[in-house]
């Protein structure tokens, strides 16, 4: 018989292998002053028509029995849960 271990995995710690190392070190997030000025830029525009979206959605009257939800027609198209048709 041999010394052999049944499994050869079991001479590896798991510290060992990258994929399952515990100790994973976080890239930091960017601010959004390090963004270039053109992503600035691009950002704020993106709030801004956010921001007339919600305000046209909340001017819109209540449905009565309707499906729920916001409205799939919000950004001029039809939208229901991330996927966008366009008649």
């Not at 798991?14 to 270039?36: C, G, M, N, Y």
């Not at 919000?74 to 849960?81: L, N, S, V």
Request: hydrophobic share 30%.
């Amino acid at each position: 018989m041999t010394d052999e271990q049944d499994n050869p995995t079991q001479a590896y710690r798991q510290s060992d292998v990258p994929s399952l190392a515990t100790q994973i070190e976080e890239k930091p997030k960017k601010r959004f002053e390090d963004l270039p000025p053109a992503a600035q830029r691009a950002l704020k525009e993106a709030e801004a028509r956010r921001r007339e979206i919600d305000a046209k959605q909340s001017a819109l009257p209540d449905e009565v029995n309707g499906r729920g939800g916001l409205e799939p027609t919000r950004y001029d198209d039809w939208e229901i849960k991330g996927l966008t048709v366009d008649f």
